[in-house]
């Protein structure tokens, strides 16, 4: 089973009041082991950045300026996230933001029942209690010291991180059990040291040197 783990970034809350995405990076695991795939792109919105948006991510108009449109980059992305199940911290707003840029270029949206939300896993198990990404990592004891500003790829890296822990799976691990050839060559093949057997001479001559030093003081 392939998975995608996404996050945005964006100019405000609303796609229908004219915000956009400045940012959407993936990153590819199966089973929940990362494949090393990753999809990351920062887009230019063709609009202004508000203050309160520049102080989540940091990213300037200027710096946005000479990226790609969404329109550009929409292709790899549907590649990218293709067949695979997608899961998402507060789907629901991500998700706004992208079938919103995939129906203004008239391309397929995300189809819902591919996608999972962590928040709802979160709520369902920890109701009452902030289920925010950065609460959930301090909740797991997961080092965001490097979240200094919010970062879509750096938050799929901590988002699979909460997301094996909201599962309550560890980390897939080799299995040995599993290796039944290697054990059996081992098994085959004669790794143990040769057994000498000793003469009763030799060890008669042994224990004659052993009592005549043992006499001896060395110190």
Do not use: W
Not at 20 to 31: L, R
Not at 145 to 164: G, M, P, Q
Not at 181 to 202: A, C, H, T, V
């Amino acid at each position: 089973m392939y998975e995608v783990f996404l996050d945005t970034e964006t100019t405000g809350l609303s796609f229908d009041k004219g915000h956009k995405i400045v940012e959407v990076a993936c990153i590819e695991t199966q089973d929940l082991i990362p494949t090393g795939k990753v999809f990351h792109q920062l887009i230019n919105p063709k609009r202004d950045i508000p203050e309160d948006a520049f102080k989540i991510h940091g990213f300037t108009e200027k710096f946005l300026s000479d990226k790609d449109t969404f329109d550009k980059i929409a292709d790899d992305f549907l590649r990218f996230i293709q067949g695979k199940k997608i899961i998402i911290h507060n789907a629901i707003f991500d998700l706004s933001f992208l079938n919103g840029e995939l129906n203004y270029i008239k391309k397929s949206p995300i189809d819902k029942k591919l996608v999972i939300d962590s928040l709802e896993i979160a709520r369902n198990k920890f109701p009452g209690t902030s289920n925010s990404l950065d609460a959930l990592c301090k909740r797991f004891n997961i080092d965001i010291s490097r979240r200094t500003k919010h970062n879509a790829l750096l938050d799929c890296e901590l988002l699979r991180e909460v997301y094996i822990n909201l599962l309550d799976v560890k980390e897939p691990k080799l299995n040995l059990s599993t290796n039944n050839n290697l054990s059996n060559s081992l098994n085959k093949n004669n790794y143990n040291k040769m057994i000498l057997n000793i003469p009763n001479s030799e060890i008669k001559s042994h224990k004659a040197f052993l009592k005549k030093e043992l006499k001896k003081n060395y110190y």
